[in-house]
C-alpha cells in the first residue's frame, strides 16, 4: 500500500538520487548518466520501500539481495546507497578520482550494500538466480530483485539464466527490465531486437508485467504483487526514457555516456531545480 | 607395475567425503553428473545435486550466487567446457568476487584423445593463472585427488581442479605429507631436477627410474598446486641441481614450464631449464598412450630428452 504522502515522499527521495547522480557526474566529469537516470525511480522504490535492508548490518543473513546485472547503471546504486545511509555522502565526491571507492562498474569490497561485481553485461542474472536459489534451500523469505538493461538482453547467457530460473521454480526473483529502448549504438529495435519481450521472457516461463517505469506507484504497487505467479519467476518490463530529468539529454543514445562540460552541468542542475520546485508547488 | 585407479571414480569418492563433512557442499552437473563422477554424491545426498542442463557459463553464475549465502558448490564438467567457456563467469563470478566455488575440469589435457581440440584442454591452466585468487590444483595420483578435494574445502575462495580421464598409477603412500601449495619431493637427486604435474607425473616417476639404471641422479618433485606455486622447492632446487626439466599435459604456453621459467625470471635467479609440454598446435588425433609419447610426454622420451641435455 502507498498513501498519498508515501508517494510524495518517494518522489522527492529519487529527486535527491538523481541530484546524487549528477553530483557524482560533477566529481568525476564523465559518467553513464543515461542508463543511471532511467532507473532512478525504480532503485527508490526498492531501497526505500520494496526491499528489506539494513545499513546499519549489511550482511545481514536475512537481507533482500540486489543486483545490478547492468552494472554501468552505478551511479544510481551509489546514490541510492549513500541516500540510505550505507556510506558517507562526501564519498560521491570521489567518483573519478584516484582510489575512489566508485568504481565506474561496482565492487562489493570497496563499498557496504553491493552485492555483486557486474559490468559485464549478461552476468547478473545467472548470479541472482543462484543467490534466490541458495536462499530457498536455507528456507529464507528473502527475495532476489535485479535489473537489467534492454540492450543487455542481447548477451545469451541471460536466457541461460532465464530459463534455469523458471526450471528450478524461482519464484523469489523479481527482474525489472529497464526498457529505455536505448543502447550505445542506438535504438534497441535497430541496434538487436528483441521484440516481442514480454513474448520472449513469458516464453521462458516468467510471468510478465509491464509498467511505467518513471511511475513510482505503479513501480511499488506491482513489485508488492510480487510473484505474480506461484512458482515462477517474475520480470517487470519498465518503460522508461534514457537520462530522465536531464531535458537536454533525455532519450538520446549520446547521452549513454558523458563527458559532462561546466556548462552542461549548470544546465542539468537547472533542470533537477525544476523539477523540485514542481514537487513543491 | 603399481595399482591404477580411474580419475573421476576417485573424485566422486572424495566429493562424498567433503560432503559428509561440509553440509553445504553441493554438486552442479551440465548435463554429465555420472561422468563427472557425481553418481555416488547424488545418491546418498539427492536434493544437493543440481543439475543445469548444457549451461556451462549459467552454472558458474549460479554457482557464484550460490555461495553467496554460505554454499560450497562444486561444478564439474569436461575441463574446456568450465574453463575457456565460461571464463569471463570465472574471471568475474568467482575470481572477482572472491567466490567460494570449486570448478573441477575432468577428462581434461588431451585425455580424450579421440575427440579432437573441442574437448581437449591444453590452456586450462594458463587462463585461469591470470585470475588473482584463484588456486589451482592438478593432482598427480588418486591419494593426491583425495587431497586436493579435501584441500579446496577449507580453502574460502574460488578453486580449479584439473584431473585426466584415464586410470593413474598410485605413485604415493597413503599417509604422504601433503600441503595445499608445497611441492612434494618424491626422489631426491643432485644432477637433474625433474618437475612433473598432474596425470603426466606417473611419467615423469617412469623416466627417473630409467634415468637410475644410466646413475643419473634425479630429484623428481610433484608440484600439485599450479597457483600459488612452492617457490622454495623450485629455487632449491636451481640453485642445487644442474637443470630443470618441466614436465605436463599442458601447452608450454603458459603452464607449469612458464610458471617455473618466470619465478626464476623474477627472482633473478640463472637455471638452466628445459620445458616438456605440447607446443603451439592442435594434436593430432589417436590412443592416448601414443599421443603423449609422439608429444614427448612418454617416460621413454623424458628419459631421453634428460639424456640429452646431460651428454
Ligand atoms: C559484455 C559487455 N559488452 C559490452 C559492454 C559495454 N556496454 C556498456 S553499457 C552498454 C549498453 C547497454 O545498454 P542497455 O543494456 O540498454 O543499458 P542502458 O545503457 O540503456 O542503461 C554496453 C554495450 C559491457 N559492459 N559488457
Ligand atoms: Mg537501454
Request: hydrophobic residues 40%.
Given at each position: 500500500m502507498l498513501t498519498v504522502k508515501d508517494e510524495l515522499q518517494l518522489k522527492n527521495i529519487t529527486l535527491n538520487i538523481r541530484k546524487k547522480i549528477l553530483r557524482q557526474i560533477k566529481a568525476?566529469?564523465?559518467?553513464?548518466?543515461g542508463g543511471a537516470m532511467s532507473i532512478a525511480e525504480i532503485i527508490t522504490a526498492l531501497y526505500f520501500k520494496i526491499m528489506r535492508v539494513d545499513p546499519e548490518n549489511?550482511?545481514?543473513?536475512?537481507r533482500d539481495r540486489f543486483v545490478l546485472s547492468a552494472g554501468h547503471k552505478c551511479l544510481a546504486l551509489y546514490a541510492v546507497l549513500a541516500e540510505k545511509g550505507?556510506?558517507?555522502?562526501?564519498?560521491?565526491?570521489?567518483?573519478?578520482?584516484?582510489?575512489?571507492?566508485?568504481?565506474?562498474h561496482p565492487n562489493m569490497f570497496e563499498i557496504p550494500g553491493i552485492e555483486t561485481n557486474t559490468g559485464a553485461l549478461g552476468h547478473g542474472l545467472s548470479i541472482a538466480g543462484g543467490m534466490a536459489m541458495g536462499l530457498r534451500m536455507d528456507g529464507l523469505q528473502s527475495k532476489v530483485y535485479v535489473i537489467m538493461g534492454d540492450g543487455e538482453l542481447a548477451e545469451g547467457s541471460n536466457w541461460e539464466a532465464a530459463a534455469a530460473c523458471s526450471h528450478h521454480k524461482l519464484s523469489n526473483i523479481l527482474v525489472f527490465v529497464?526498457?529505455?529502448?536505448?543502447q550505445i549504438a542506438g535504438r534497441t529495435v535497430d541496434v538487436m531486437s528483441y521484440e516481442p519481450l514480454d513474448e520472449r521472457w513469458r516464453a521462458f516461463g516468467w510471468s510478465v508485467r509491464e509498467i511505467d517505469g518513471h511511475n513510482i506507484r505503479q513501480i511499488v504497487e506491482v513489485a508488492e504483487a510480487f510473484p505474480f505467479e506461484e512458482h515462477k519467476p517474475s520480470v517487470i518490463i519498465a518503460n522508461t526514457v534514457k537520462s530522465k530529468g536531464i531535458s537536454f539529454a533525455e532519450d538520446r543514445a549520446d547521452f549513454h555516456y558523458w563527458k559532462a562540460t561546466d556548462e552542461e552541468i549548470l544546465r542539468a542542475e537547472q533542470d533537477l531545480l525544476e523539477i523540485e520546485r514542481r514537487l513543491k508547488g | 607395475m603399481s595399482e591404477l585407479k580411474d580419475p573421476r571414480k576417485t573424485f566422486g569418492e572424495a566429493l562424498v567425503e567433503v560432503g559428509e563433512l561440509y553440509e553445504n557442499v553441493l554438486a552442479i552437473s551440465t548435463d554429465s553428473s555420472a561422468g563427472s563422477g557425481m553418481t555416488p554424491f547424488k545418491e546418498k545426498f539427492p536434493e544437493r545435486h543440481l543439475e543445469f542442463g548444457i549451461m556451462e557459463q549459467g552454472a558458474i553464475g549460479f554457482a557464484s550466487g550460490l555461495a553467496t549465502t554460505g554454499k560450497i558448490p562444486f561444478v564439474v564438467a569436461i575441463a574446456p567446457f568450465v574453463t575457456s567457456r565460461p571464463f569471463e563467469m570465472f574471471r568475474n563470478d568467482l575470481g572477482y568476487m572472491k567466490q567460494n566455488v570449486k570448478v573441477v575440469g575432468r577428462c581434461?589435457?588431451?585425455?580424450?584423445?579421440?575427440?579432437?581440440?573441442?574437448?581437449?584442454?591444453?590452456?586450462d591452466i594458463a587462463i585461469l593463472r591470470t585470475i588473482p585468487g584463484v588456486t589451482l590444483f592438478n593432482p598427480g595420483d588418486p591419494a593426491e585427488i583425495k587431497n586436493v578435494v579435501h584441500a579446496a574445502c577449507e580453502i574460502n575462495g574460488p578453486v580449479y581442479i584439473k584431473i585426466g580421464k584415464n586410470k593413474m598409477p598410485v605413485l604415493h603412500q597413503a599417509g604422504y605429507p601433503f600441503e595445499a601449495g608445497k611441492g612434494v619431493v618424491m626422489r631426491d637427486g643432485k644432477d637433474v631436477t625433474i618437475i612433473g604435474t598432474g596425470t603426466v607425473l606417473s611419467k615423469a616417476h617412469l623416466a627417473t627410474q630409467i634415468l637410475e639404471k644410466d646413475e643419473i641422479d634425479v630429484r623428481l618433485i610433484d608440484i600439485h598446486t599450479l597457483k600459488p606455486i612452492d617457490v622454495d622447492i623450485i629455487l632449491k632446487a636451481a640453485s642445487e641441481t644442474n637443470y630443470i626439466v618441466t614436465v605436463e599435459e599442458h601447452y608450454l604456453a603458459g603452464g607449469l614450464g612458464s610458471e617455473v621459467a618466470e619465478l626464476l625470471a623474477r627472482e633473478g635467479v640463472c637455471a638452466k631449464i628445459k620445458m616438456i609440454g605440447i607446443d603451439d598446435q592442435y594434436v593430432k588425433s589417436g590412443p592416448y598412450e601414443e599421443l603423449l609419447s609422439l608429444y614427448g610426454l612418454g617416460a621413454e622420451q623424458i628419459a631421453q630428452t634428460v639424456k640429452k641435455l646431460l651428454l
Amino acid at each position: 500500500m502507498l498513501t498519498v504522502k508515501d508517494e510524495l515522499q518517494l518522489k522527492n527521495i529519487t529527486l535527491n538520487i538523481r541530484k546524487k547522480i549528477l553530483r557524482q557526474i560533477k566529481a568525476g566529469r564523465m559518467g553513464h548518466i543515461g542508463g543511471a537516470m532511467s532507473i532512478a525511480e525504480i532503485i527508490t522504490a526498492l531501497y526505500f520501500k520494496i526491499m528489506r535492508v539494513d545499513p546499519e548490518n549489511p550482511d545481514w543473513p536475512m537481507r533482500d539481495r540486489f543486483v545490478l546485472s547492468a552494472g554501468h547503471k552505478c551511479l544510481a546504486l551509489y546514490a541510492v546507497l549513500a541516500e540510505k545511509g550505507f556510506f558517507e555522502e562526501n564519498i560521491l565526491d570521489t567518483y573519478g578520482s584516484l582510489g575512489s571507492k566508485l568504481p565506474g562498474h561496482p565492487n562489493m569490497f570497496e563499498i557496504p550494500g553491493i552485492e555483486t561485481n557486474t559490468g559485464a553485461l549478461g552476468h547478473g542474472l545467472s548470479i541472482a538466480g543462484g543467490m534466490a536459489m541458495g536462499l530457498r534451500m536455507d528456507g529464507l523469505q528473502s527475495k532476489v530483485y535485479v535489473i537489467m538493461g534492454d540492450g543487455e538482453l542481447a548477451e545469451g547467457s541471460n536466457w541461460e539464466a532465464a530459463a534455469a530460473c523458471s526450471h528450478h521454480k524461482l519464484s523469489n526473483i523479481l527482474v525489472f527490465v529497464d526498457r529505455n529502448h536505448l543502447q550505445i549504438a542506438g535504438r534497441t529495435v535497430d541496434v538487436m531486437s528483441y521484440e516481442p519481450l514480454d513474448e520472449r521472457w513469458r516464453a521462458f516461463g516468467w510471468s510478465v508485467r509491464e509498467i511505467d517505469g518513471h511511475n513510482i506507484r505503479q513501480i511499488v504497487e506491482v513489485a508488492e504483487a510480487f510473484p505474480f505467479e506461484e512458482h515462477k519467476p517474475s520480470v517487470i518490463i519498465a518503460n522508461t526514457v534514457k537520462s530522465k530529468g536531464i531535458s537536454f539529454a533525455e532519450d538520446r543514445a549520446d547521452f549513454h555516456y558523458w563527458k559532462a562540460t561546466d556548462e552542461e552541468i549548470l544546465r542539468a542542475e537547472q533542470d533537477l531545480l525544476e523539477i523540485e520546485r514542481r514537487l513543491k508547488g | 607395475m603399481s595399482e591404477l585407479k580411474d580419475p573421476r571414480k576417485t573424485f566422486g569418492e572424495a566429493l562424498v567425503e567433503v560432503g559428509e563433512l561440509y553440509e553445504n557442499v553441493l554438486a552442479i552437473s551440465t548435463d554429465s553428473s555420472a561422468g563427472s563422477g557425481m553418481t555416488p554424491f547424488k545418491e546418498k545426498f539427492p536434493e544437493r545435486h543440481l543439475e543445469f542442463g548444457i549451461m556451462e557459463q549459467g552454472a558458474i553464475g549460479f554457482a557464484s550466487g550460490l555461495a553467496t549465502t554460505g554454499k560450497i558448490p562444486f561444478v564439474v564438467a569436461i575441463a574446456p567446457f568450465v574453463t575457456s567457456r565460461p571464463f569471463e563467469m570465472f574471471r568475474n563470478d568467482l575470481g572477482y568476487m572472491k567466490q567460494n566455488v570449486k570448478v573441477v575440469g575432468r577428462c581434461a589435457g588431451i585425455s580424450y584423445s579421440d575427440l579432437g581440440a573441442t574437448h581437449q584442454s591444453l590452456e586450462d591452466i594458463a587462463i585461469l593463472r591470470t585470475i588473482p585468487g584463484v588456486t589451482l590444483f592438478n593432482p598427480g595420483d588418486p591419494a593426491e585427488i583425495k587431497n586436493v578435494v579435501h584441500a579446496a574445502c577449507e580453502i574460502n575462495g574460488p578453486v580449479y581442479i584439473k584431473i585426466g580421464k584415464n586410470k593413474m598409477p598410485v605413485l604415493h603412500q597413503a599417509g604422504y605429507p601433503f600441503e595445499a601449495g608445497k611441492g612434494v619431493v618424491m626422489r631426491d637427486g643432485k644432477d637433474v631436477t625433474i618437475i612433473g604435474t598432474g596425470t603426466v607425473l606417473s611419467k615423469a616417476h617412469l623416466a627417473t627410474q630409467i634415468l637410475e639404471k644410466d646413475e643419473i641422479d634425479v630429484r623428481l618433485i610433484d608440484i600439485h598446486t599450479l597457483k600459488p606455486i612452492d617457490v622454495d622447492i623450485i629455487l632449491k632446487a636451481a640453485s642445487e641441481t644442474n637443470y630443470i626439466v618441466t614436465v605436463e599435459e599442458h601447452y608450454l604456453a603458459g603452464g607449469l614450464g612458464s610458471e617455473v621459467a618466470e619465478l626464476l625470471a623474477r627472482e633473478g635467479v640463472c637455471a638452466k631449464i628445459k620445458m616438456i609440454g605440447i607446443d603451439d598446435q592442435y594434436v593430432k588425433s589417436g590412443p592416448y598412450e601414443e599421443l603423449l609419447s609422439l608429444y614427448g610426454l612418454g617416460a621413454e622420451q623424458i628419459a631421453q630428452t634428460v639424456k640429452k641435455l646431460l651428454l
